[in-house]
Structures are given as structure tokens and as C-alpha cells.
């Protein structure tokens, strides 16, 4: 089996993108308010939304289910205050489970969280609780940055994040280190914030013992840990020089890295410096990269041709595609279990 | 001969922390101002600084010329108002000049520049002209974000930093981008900070017509680049999405890479996918990382003994060693020039 665990629901039916217009011309005149929370999105729409994308996608690349979230750039964490977020996160939230809820066999839902710049993320306790006691969640996005690419809250080993984390680890759900877009104009979206965010978020961890308080907490850096399995050297050798134990035993039973890197020779160097334990296979699809690259004749995204190339035995593979993420993402299990009958 | 285009002065005598010190003390209380500008550093302190490190480690690892520029992390431009930074960073480049100046055989000095946050580029090109036409500079480091880590100034490729470019171009200088350190707690300095600050910038590069303005304006990233060797796929999709050119006619007339990356295998992915034509051979030392490697048994950031490993021609060794530096930094084959004879 193969799963995919980084996909985001970007195909979404344009009612969505219009509540969201009218919630945010809310905040500028209250008269243009959306109503009511009810979208009016029909099973089928929702059905043509997935089906011409990510579900053809799947089928022509031959994997299987995906681990699927809301938009990323769409949380927008930073836009409006936290009543805003908290009421766009459960819309978003909600639209997942309809897609998972329609396609069981396809897809399995991983929410984003309330999160607002300057508030606390015990904040986000409730919606995680929801989603995952209530509609089967089975992880969530976790945005290190709220503030949209001017970083303001505190680092993610700050104890501010304690109180998420404890539940995170009650519940068994790994969390995907995800930021959303970025309104800082230094800083491109896909191109700059996403893989500064992975960057970032794991120096974080290097240089704290929040694995030593939270033993089982898991993360998931997704684009392939961002710049870390290139510097890979540097990280090992600043580690070292900080007098912390082996990267191994330091972070790897802890944080892991999706395969979002979207040629070979970058798939083969995260394989040579990382575990394969470590590794989870993923492709962002439909994302940040949506063309077909003129060197090999196949999209960009289809990183499930770079693993297949690589010369990694059957079992490590698996690895990759399966075993992996039925291990960081234990509440899988349930849903492929059901998927099998 | 072995041309390291980024060294910075890293083992600087005592008394230029003393001097930071008390200048720094003065933003708090004048009294404390350091009464004179002179270090009273003497010649032989200057020689003993460098002696037992970057003289020593050339000699072992059988590198010929540093282009040498003061600390990054030094620079500091967040800290005080922009006449801090200008008195500072006289101070630092005169340093840099004096150690050239009695090692004109091992280092070409690169300068650092005045800048402030919020304050205009322009302001900077007094210095880099003083350094360039009086004292031998062949290049400065530029600070994609003076803020440490907030980026609170306009992109690289915003007009605000052009009367800059232009004064680069006529004196034919290039620019590294590189950060200084951070005061953000989000970002570790050498671990996130300087990584992102490289993704960053050659992203900002990637999204605009600069070099359609500057065609002979030349930057380089260092520390390989950042994050973006190794999602060079994503890049040239992310490009070809935008229908912009390919990026090696979009860019890599342009932009150049160096080869601070402290294993084998990142530096082999570097020089798979970026032409050799675009690599300049560094190491940064004495720099991030200080320690030894223990799966090789040599220092991490040893990068000639990378270099030297790899399938790659004679030739283009050559390139990477020496031909690329001197074509990048014009003004370096003077120097080279009287180091001959």
C-alpha cells in the first residue's frame, strides 16, 4: 500500500472561497457578514472537486490513500483574530471530513488548528479534540509561525506549546510542522516561507530537550526537512559541537521527513543521510509545483517515480510508503483497517 | 590554485570585543562611550590572531587564498542606530585590511557595510567605495535583513537597495548575501537564520526582473545555497509555472553558490545540478562548525577534501578552485597578480 502523507485540499468549491471573502469583508463592515456558517456545498460538489485532481492523481501514480488537510496557504493564521480563525478553522475542518467521509478508501483527514498570532495554542485543545475524538482525524498541522512570516510567537520548544503537546500526546497524533502563507514580502510562499519554516522548526528541536519532557510527541517536517538533509553535515557537526548526543538518538524517534522534494537527485540525498525509518512517502499533490518537468517528461510532484528509482530494498520501501506512517500516524491504522474490508 | 571565497575573521584580537563592548555601553549610557577609535591593536596581535587558525588550517588542508571579510555574525546591524553601525563597521573592515595587509600572500579582503534597518542602502556606498578604491577590497557582504531575523526592510530585489547595485556594478564588484545573526528566538543563527536568509534571497531574485536591470550585477549564496540546491526541482517547477525562462538563463548569469556544505553527499548533489560554472569552493573557516567529523575522521568543514572526491574533471575542479572566484570577483586577479611575483 501506498500512502501519501501530505495532501491538501486545494481543489476546494468555489462556496468556500466565497464565505471566506465575505468573513473577511466582515471584519472591514460588519453588514457584509456571511449569514450563516452553512456553505451550501452539496456531496457532489464536493465529489467533482476531488475527482478531476487528487483522486485521478492517485490513480494514475498508483498510490493509494492520502493524508489529506486543508489548504495550507488557506489558514491564514495571521488574517483577522482568533474568533476568525477559530470559525474558518472549523468550516475547514468540517469541508475535510466531507471529502474523507465520501472517498473512506482515498482519503483520511488531518486538521489545521486555530492557531492566531499572540494567543495561546491551549487554545487549539478543543478543535484538535473535536476532530479527532468526533470526525476520526488522525494528526493535525501545526503552523511554528502564526504571524504569517514575521515569526512573533515563541519557538515551538517554548513551554507555551506545552499544553497542545500534552494532548497531542494523550491522543496519539503526530503533528506536520506546517507553516501558511506569508504576508512578509521578503518572503515568497512556497518558494522561501515553506522551507525556512522546516528549517527553523528543526534547529528549534536540535537545541532542546522538549523530546526528554515529551518522550512520544511526533512531528513530521514536511518538503523534505526543508534545508536539513543537505546541511545534514552542518546539523551533525553543530550538534556535536554543542555537546548533544548523536542527531539519532537527539531528535530521529521523534521528527521525521515527508519525501516533497520534487526531483531524484534531492529524493536520493535525503535517503543516503536520513534513516528510512524517518522517512515518510509524500507528494503534495495538487500543491505548490503543478507542471510537468521537461528533463524527465513527468510532473514535478510525482515523487512516487524518485522512490521506485532509488536502488532501496523491497522492505525499506515499505517502509517509506507504509509502515512508516502507520507508525507516526497510529490512528491510521483504524481507517486502512476499515478500508480492508 | 585553492581560492576560499568565505572566510570570516572569526579570531579577532580581545580588544575589538572591548571596543564593542564600550561602544554598545554608550547607547546606554554615554559615559561609557569608548573614548577613541583606536584599537590600539598591535601588528603582532593581529598576526597571532590568525596565526594558529585560518593561516594553519590553509597550510594543512592545502588551500592557497582567503577572501576575507569581518564576522558575520559581528555586524549586528539590528543593534543601535546607523551611526553604530557606521563607526562599527570602519572599525571591522580596517581590521580586515590591516590582516590582508600583512598576509597579502593568504587573504583578499571583502568588506562588510554600514547598514541599519529602515535606513536606505544607498547610505552604504561610501564605505564600499572607500574599501574598494583605497584600501583593495573586491567585494561586500549584503544583509538580505538588517533586522536580525524580523525582515522588516524591502526585499533584495525592491528599487530601495539600487543605488547600491549600481555603485557595485560600476566599481565591478559582487555582493555574498549574507545575514548576520539573529535576534529573533524563533531562528538559531548558523543553524536556521543564515540557511533561510539563502533560500530567501534567491528566491526574491527568482520572482523578479533584476538582472534584466543588472545584467552584470553578481551575488553569491553561501552555505551551498541554502535549502535550494537540494529542491532544485522545485524551483525550476515553481519558474516554469510562472513561465518564467529557465533559470539558468533566468538567473545563473548571475547568481553563484558556494560550497559550504559539511558532507559528501550535499555537495555532491550540489555540483549534480548546479553547472560548475556557478560553484565557488568555500569552507568557512574558522566558522560554524569547529569539530571533526567522526565518520571521516577529518573536520566538517574541510570542504576541499568533498571537492576532491568527486567525479568531476580536472577542469572543472579548476573552475570551482580558482577560474570561477577570479571571473566573479574581478578585482581578485590583481591581487593574485602580485602574489605571483
Known amino acids: 500500500m501506498i500512502i501519501d502523507c501530505h495532501g491538501h485540499y486545494t481543489t476546494e468549491p468555489p462556496k468556500l472561497h466565497a464565505f471566506r471573502d465575505k468573513q473577511l469583508a466582515g471584519l472591514a463592515d460588519k453588514s457584509r457578514r456571511p449569514l450563516t456558517t452553512n456553505l451550501g456545498i452539496s456531496d457532489d460538489e464536493i465529489r467533482d472537486s476531488v475527482q478531476g485532481a487528487q483522486l ?58 486555530p492557531q492566531s498570532p499572540g494567543v495561546q495554542p491551549k487554545n ?3 478543535e484538535l479534540e473535536r476532530c479527532v475524538t468526533q470526525l476520526g482525524f488522525v494528526g493535525c498541522n501545526l503552523n511554528p509561525d502564526p504571524a504569517g512570516g ?10 507555551w506549546w506545552f499544553p497542545l503537546y500534552e494532548k497531542m500526546v494523550e491522543l496519539d497524533v503526530p503533528a506536520m510542522v506546517h ?12 518558494g522561501a ?9 528543526f534547529m528549534q528541536f536540535l537545541t532542546s530537550d ?20 543537505y546541511h545534514w553535515g552542518r546539523y551533525r557537526g553543530l550538534a556535536q559541537d554543542m555537546k548533544l548526543p548523536p542527531l539519532s538518538e537527539h531528535l530521529l524517534k521523534n521528527v521525521y521527513f515527508d519525501t516533497c522534494v520534487y526531483h531524484l537527485p534531492g529524493i536520493e ?55 512508516n506512517a502507520r507508525r507516526v500516524y497510529p490512528r491510521l491504522n483504524a481507517h486502512l483497517d476499515r478500508r480492508a474490508h
Chains 1, 2 share one sequence.
Not at 61 to 67: L, M, Q, W
Not at 150 to 159: A, F, I, M, Q, S
Not at 193 to 201: I, K
Request: charged share 20%; with cysteine.
Open 56 to 113: 485521478k492523481l492517485q490513480k494514475e501514480r498508483g498510490t493509494d490513500v492520502t493524508i489529506f488537510s486543508p489548504r495550507a496557504a488557506g489558514m491564514a493564521h495571521h488574517v483577522g483574530k482568533e474568533a476568525t480563525s477559530v470559525e474558518w478553522t472549523t468550516i475547514c475542518n468540517d469541508m475535510v471530513h466531507r471529502v474523507c467521509t465520501l472517498f473512506p478508501n482515498n482519503f483520511v483527514p488531518v486538521c489545521q488548528l
Open 124 to 126: 487549539c485543545i478543543a
Open 150 to 159: 514575521y515569526w512573533c510567537d515563541p519557538p515551538l520548544t517554548d513551554e
Open 179 to 190: 507553516v501558511s502563507s506569508s504576508c512578509n514580502p521578503c518572503f515568497h510562499g512556497t
Open 193 to 201: 516561507h515553506y522551507l525556512n519554516g522546516d528549517t527553523t522548526a
Open 210 to 229: 522538549l523530546f526528554k519532557r515529551f518522550p512520544t510527541l511526533r512531528f513530521i517536517i514536511p518538503h523534505g526537512g526543508g534545508a536539513v538533509p
Open 269 to 323: 540525498l535525503l535517503t543516503r543521510v536520513i534513516p528510512v525509518e524517518n522517512i515518510l512517502f509524500a507528494s503534495e499533490m495538487v500543491g505548490a509545483v503543478r507542471g510537468i518537468d521537461p528533463e524527465t517528461g513527468h510532473h514535478f510532484d510525482d515523487t512516487r517515480r524518485y522512490i521506485d528509482a532509488l536502488p532501496l530494498s523491497a522492505e525499506d520501501k515499505a517502509k517509506i510508503f507504509e509502515g
